[in-house]
């Protein structure tokens, strides 16, 4: 089995990543080998999977043990998903080989980029939604809002394991970006930990499945695959061990920014227009989420900080188009925006960071 030490040292900084913010690893080290290595698609994708496979129990045990896990959901998830990530493995396989296959295969990944890139943003902004809903209820007094019962909804659940299960079996993308910001749509009286630890749960037979499919019929690599592990396991421990330090408001936007800019690549936008499309979405892009979240920040704790509420939404928003936003949406986010959550936010038991899919 021979070990590619650059393989290695990739894997641990997508282990590291993986660790410090919880997002899953298959969004990073497919498009990493693809890109970087020049792996073929279906290879990148085999092993990934079966790298994912040995280190999705850990996560999910953490979950286990805590209780937070809804076995209704990941039951029904995996109906749907389990043999669809099968039969994704065959519809790779039905492809076939040579450049055209593999330039296929390239269009699929790089669409399945863009969209968990999308689905990053879609799920920051719901949980940023529902936690701004619930400081206002606390700052005006009232009680907490009570959730909603669950209600077990089977047909959308079995659809979007379905959905989830062929995506990941395809490309190794999706378990833990796409399939979770599809939980959060349908079951919104969930909370976040319950919903994270029942898609790491499901993720394993999920995985296990599209892993096992690669593995019979696919293109996997043992040494590929043990270069991916050697160095994403230590990193996904060391980011673990940092992730209450880091600066999520920063990493998030960084993540959306590099699978946006290697599902174009994959789609083979050239490297000009590929430069140019990401510093228009750096300059407007990231000044308008800022704009958006000071909006969002009740004006008292503005007023306890010292700062001018409107002056922060202007800079960002006015500056825009002029890069002046970018470098006033950074100031923002890596200074004002973190004293604004400390002190909106009420003492709560530390979340767990753990590999997601």
């Known amino acids: 089995?021979?070990?590619?030490?650059?393989?290695?040292?990739?894997?641990?900084?997508?282990?590291?990543?993986?660790?410090?913010?919880?997002?899953?690893?298959?969004?990073?080290?497919?498009?990493?080998?693809?890109?970087?290595?020049?792996?073929?698609?279906?290879?990148?994708?085999?092993?990934?999977?079966?790298?994912?496979?040995?280190?999705?129990?850990?996560?999910?045990?953490?979950?286990?043990?805590?209780?937070?896990?809804?076995?209704?959901?990941?039951?029904?998830?995996?109906?749907?998903?389990?043999p669809m990530a099968f039969a994704g493995v065959f519809v790779v396989k039905a492809l076939g080989k040579g450049s055209a296959a593999e330039s296929d295969l390239k269009i699929i990944l790089g669409v399945t980029l863009i969209v968990a890139a999308l689905s990053i943003v879609v799920k920051s902004y719901l949980q940023s939604r529902a936690a701004r809903r619930e400081t206002a209820s606390v700052a005006r007094g009232e009680m907490a809002t009570v959730p909603r019962p669950f209600e077990l909804k089977k047909v959308p659940t079995l659809l979007i394991g379905a959905l989830g299960g062929l995506v990941v079996g395809m490309t190794s993308v999706g378990s833990g970006s796409l399939i979770i910001v599809l939980l959060l749509l349908s079951y919104p009286m969930l909370s976040s930990r319950r919903l994270v630890g029942t898609d790491l749960v499901q993720a394993i037979p999920l995985v296990g499945a599209a892993a096992l499919g690669h593995i019979l019929f696919g293109d996997f690599q043992l040494g590929l695959t043990g270069s991916i592990l050697i160095g994403s396991i230590p990193g996904v421990f060391i980011g673990a061990r940092v992730s209450s330090r880091a600066p999520d408001a920063v990493i998030r936007p960084a993540l959306v920014f590099v699978l946006l800019a290697s599902g174009l690549k994959l789609l083979n936008v050239s490297t000009s227009a590929?430069?140019?499309?990401?510093?228009?979405?750096?300059?407007?892009?990231?000044?308008?989420?800022?704009?958006?979240?000071?909006?969002?920040?009740?004006?008292?704790?503005?007023?306890?900080?010292?700062?001018?509420?409107?002056?922060?939404?202007?800079?960002?928003?006015?500056?825009?188009?002029?890069?002046?936003?970018?470098?006033?949406?950074?100031?923002?986010?890596?200074?004002?925006?973190?004293?604004?959550?400390?002190?909106?936010?009420?003492?709560?038991?530390?979340?767990?960071?753990?590999?997601?899919?």
């Open 1 to 82: 089995m021979h070990i590619d030490p650059y393989v290695a040292l990739a894997g641990l900084i997508v282990g590291f990543t993986v660790g410090l913010t919880g997002m899953g690893g298959g969004a990073l080290m497919t498009p990493i080998l693809v890109l970087l290595f020049k792996v073929n698609v279906s290879t990148a994708v085999a092993s990934d999977l079966v790298a994912a496979l040995v280190m999705k129990p850990v996560g999910a045990g953490v979950h286990i043990r805590k209780g937070t896990v809804n076995w209704n959901l990941v039951r029904w998830l995996c109906i749907g998903s389990v």
């Open 274 to 357: 590929l430069g140019w499309t990401m510093l228009i979405v750096a300059l407007v892009a990231i000044p308008l989420i800022g704009a958006y979240d000071a909006a969002g920040r009740p004006e008292e704790r503005w007023i306890e900080l010292g700062q001018s509420k409107r002056r922060w939404i202007g800079w960002q928003t006015a500056g825009a188009p002029f890069g002046v936003g970018f470098l006033a949406a950074i100031a923002y986010f890596t200074t004002t925006r973190p004293k604004l959550a400390a002190a909106a936010e009420p003492v709560v038991e530390p979340a767990v960071t753990v590999p997601g899919g």
